[in-house]
């Protein structure tokens, strides 16, 4: 019930050909897994299209890491 109610109120950010470029130039400068990179990918891109504060969360030290660097 909760889920169906916030459901409405996620974006979803579809994979398309300019995420699937920048999570490869992801991986190979941050050595990312792929779909670590892709994530990344999409957090950048819709950051950059909302302009707005927008928190990237991973568990994956090496990706917080990677966002850091990209991010500042």
Do not use: C, M, P, Q
């Not at 130039?25 to 909302?50: C, M, N, P, Q, W």
């Not at 707005?52 to 030290?61: I, Q, R």
Request: proline share 0%; charged share 35%; no cysteine.
């Amino acid at each position: 019930a909760i889920f169906e109610r916030d459901w409405k109120e996620i974006l979803i950010v579809g994979l398309n050909e300019e995420i699937s470029r920048l999570a490869g130039e992801l991986a190979e400068r941050y050595i990312l897994r792929g779909f670590d990179a892709i994530h990344f990918a999409s957090y950048l891109t819709f950051k950059r299209k909302v302009r707005a504060e927008v928190l990237f969360s991973s568990f994956d030290d090496r990706l917080n890491k990677a966002a850091e660097k990209e991010v500042s």
